[in-house]
């Protein structure tokens, strides 16, 4: 991409654009992950293939809320109709944190929610369709599934896929997925790390690391 690595900004009209070069960075990804603290992550490519081959609508639903919120699964799993805010200006969805498995802690349960703006039109239809057609109320699970069962559910539908990822397919992989979108689409730390509900930046930072090998222009600058 003209020296630029595998990602360019590309200004356009009212907008700034940012153009990815996905294969350079599936052929990057393992490097990145050798030489960095860098959990396991998948690139948009791979959860669009995940999303293709989800069997049902709730797996759909499930797959993209993750995707889309880079919510823990214990936040994901307590998500009802009342958490989300879709005939606003600005949709969004109260997730509250919880880290802990089991009963959350007296100081989680004092934190505030933190608010996370939904902003894909896709998503947004998608979501919105699916409230209204189960009938759940505002109290409502969306997903009533244990953590188990969610992360079996992945597990066959991995299995199932003609080019499945490389990567084992958890929750906690699609919220590191989240935040790897998130930084490689130019998002502020600060900004990614109330959306990630971390209370230390230091935790936010660690996504950077993806860009380890986003530096080659800058040593063609260099004369020797």
């Not at 069997?55 to 797959?63: A, E, G, S, Y």
């Not at 005939?87 to 802690?105: F, M, N, T, W, Y």
């Not at 933190?114 to 947004?124: K, T």
């Not at 989240?178 to 936010?204: C, E, I, K, M, Y």
Request: hydrophobic share 40%; proline share 8%.
């Amino acid at each position: 991409m003209s020296g630029m690595g595998a990602i360019t900004p590309l200004p356009a009209p009212g907008e700034i654009r940012v153009e990815i070069d996905w294969p350079l960075l599936l052929e990057q990804r393992q490097a990145v992950l050798d030489h960095s603290d860098l959990p396991p992550y998948l690139l948009l490519p791979e959860v669009h293939a995940l999303r293709d081959a989800a069997p049902d609508d709730n797996t759909l639903l499930l797959i993209d809320t993750l995707w889309h919120t880079g919510a823990r699964i214990s936040e994901c799993l307590a998500l009802t109709p009342g958490h989300f805010h879709l005939d606003e200006r600005a949709p969004h969805v109260s997730i509250q944190s919880l880290k802990k498995r089991g009963r959350p802690s007296r100081r989680a349960a004092q934190q505030k929610p933190r608010l996370l703006p939904l902003a894909d039109e896709a998503y947004l239809r998608r979501l919105r369709r699916y409230l209204g057609s189960h009938g759940l109320r505002r109290r409502e699970r969306l997903f009533p599934l244990t953590r188990s069962a969610v992360n079996k559910r992945l597990d066959r539908l991995v299995a199932g896929m003609r080019d499945a990822p490389s990567i084992r397919v958890t929750p906690h992989v699609l919220r590191h997925s989240f935040a790897v979108n998130a930084v490689l689409h130019g998002t502020p730390l600060p900004v990614l790390q109330r959306w990630l509900g971390h209370s230390d930046v230091q935790s936010t930072m660690i996504y950077t690391q993806v860009l380890t090998l986003e530096t080659h222009h800058l040593m063609q600058r260099i004369r020797f």
